[in-house]
C-alpha cells in the first residue's frame, strides 16, 4: 500500500486550460514537499508546505497543504508546454526517511 | 558548485555482476540518499546517510550496500546484480534530514541488468 496516492497517475491537455492534480494519505504529515522531474533529469524542488490549510504561489501554480495535513493539491492556471513533466508529491514518513508518492505526469499539447 | 554528480549515466550489465554506482556532492550536505525510480512509480529509497560513517536502510534495500567515509562521497554498491536491478538510480542530497529541507537530485544513473 502506497503512503502517498497521486492522481491523476498520467493527465494530458491543451495549453491554456486549467487542471489540479492531488496527493493523498491517510497519515498526518508536518510538511510536504512538491517535486517537478523533466525527462532524463532528477526531480527539482518546487515547493514545501507546512502548515494546515496553508496556501502557496509560484506564478501559475498554487499549492495547498490540507486542513488535517493528510492531503495536498497542486493547481496550474493556463497550463504551458513548459509545465510538461512527471510532478511528485513527497513527505519525512519517520526521521530522515523520506518517501515520494508515484507521481503525476502531465503532457501538456501546444 | 557542480552540485550533485553521478557516474555512470548508463550502464550495462550482466547477471551476477558487480558494480559500484558513483555519487558526490560539493555542497557540504551532511544528508545523502539513494533512490531507484521504476517506470509509473515515483522514486523509492534504498539507503541514506545522516552523515560520515552513518548509514541506514530505507523502503528497498535488499541486493545493494552503501558507505560513507567522507562527507562528499556516497557510492552505492551492487554486489551480484540481478534483472529487477534494471532501473534509474538516482542520488541526492540536502543540509539536513528534516522534512522542511529541500533535495538536491544528481542527473541518474541508467542501469540495464542482462
Known amino acids: 500500500t502506497q503512503l502517498l496516492e497521486q492522481s491523476p497517475q498520467f493527465l494530458s491537455i491543451q495549453e491554456g486550460e486549467n487542471l489540479t492534480v492531488y496527493c493523498n494519505s491517510s497519515s498526518v504529515f508536518s510538511s510536504l514537499q512538491w517535486y517537478r522531474q523533466e525527462p532524463g533529469e532528477g526531480p527539482v524542488l518546487l515547493v514545501t508546505v507546512v502548515t494546515g490549510g496553508e496556501v502557496k504561489k509560484l506564478k501559475r501554480l498554487t499549492f495547498q497543504f490540507g486542513d488535517a495535513r493528510k492531503d495536498s493539491s497542486l493547481h496550474i492556471t493556463a497550463a504551458q508546454p513548459g509545465d510538461t513533466g512527471l510532478y511528485l508529491c513527497?513527505?519525512?514518513?519517520?526521521?530522515?526517511?523520506?518517501?515520494f508518492g508515484s507521481g503525476t505526469r502531465l503532457s501538456i499539447r501546444p | 558548485n557542480a552540485g550533485v554528480t553521478q557516474t555512470p549515466k548508463f550502464q550495462v550489465l550482466k547477471t551476477g555482476q558487480s558494480m559500484t554506482l558513483q555519487c558526490a556532492q560539493d555542497?557540504?550536505?551532511?544528508?545523502m540518499s539513494w533512490y531507484r525510480q521504476d517506470p509509473g512509480m515515483g522514486l523509492r529509497l534504498i539507503h541514506y546517510s545522516v552523515g560520515a560513517g552513518i548509514t541506514d536502510q530505507g523502503e528497498v534495500p535488499n541486493g545493494y550496500n552503501v558507505s560513507r567515509s567522507t562527507t562528499e562521497d556516497f557510492p552505492l554498491r551492487l554486489l551480484s546484480a540481478a534483472p529487477s536491478q534494471t532501473s534509474v538510480y538516482f542520488c541526492a542530497s540536502s543540509y539536513g534530514g528534516g522534512p522542511h529541507n529541500e533535495q538536491f537530485f544528481g542527473p541518474g544513473t541508467r542501469l540495464t541488468v542482462l
Open positions: 513527497a513527505v519525512y514518513s519517520s526521521a530522515s526517511k523520506i518517501i
Open positions: 555542497m557540504n550536505h551532511e544528508y
